[in-house]
């Protein structure tokens, strides 16, 4: 069992940042593939960002390479997303989601763990 509490959302004008964090609970973070996904009004969820269980291996939705970083420690259970150069279209919910199983696939039904969403707001 993985429970994950995102936090770090908030309103920020267009070329600012945000670090998003997701601490959490359960022996089985230190092995799970983490994800970060987000959902505008009107869309549908999709993958902004994944990283291996070890950090090692990292990958990103093409339209946030360069602008957005995830990263983990495991010593604080909590995985992170660092978004600089925000634009108005990077506007949506953000989840935190473990796959435990380590798939590690961009399509979000292969994670078994969700947070509950944190805001984010660019204004232009």
């Known amino acids: 069992q993985v429970q994950l509490v995102e936090s770090g959302g908030g309103l920020v004008q267009a070329g600012g940042s945000l670090r998003l964090s997701c601490a959490a609970s359960?022996?089985?973070?230190?092995?799970?593939?983490m994800g970060w996904f987000r959902q505008a009004p009107g869309k549908e969820r999709e993958f902004v960002a994944i990283?291996?269980?070890?950090?090692?291996?990292?990958y990103y939705l093409e339209s946030v390479k360069g602008r957005f970083t995830i990263s983990r420690d495991d010593a604080k259970n909590t995985v992170y997303l660092q978004m600089n150069n925000l634009k108005s279209e990077d506007t949506a919910v953000y989840y935190c989601?473990?796959?435990?199983?380590?798939?590690?696939?961009?399509?979000?039904?292969?994670?078994?763990?969700w947070g509950q969403g944190t805001q984010v707001t660019v204004s232009s």
């Open positions: 359960g022996r089985t973070f230190s092995s799970s593939v």
């Open positions: 989601a473990a796959d435990t199983e380590g798939i590690g696939s961009w399509n979000p039904r292969t994670y078994d763990y």
């Open positions: 990283i291996s269980w070890n950090g090692g291996t990292t």
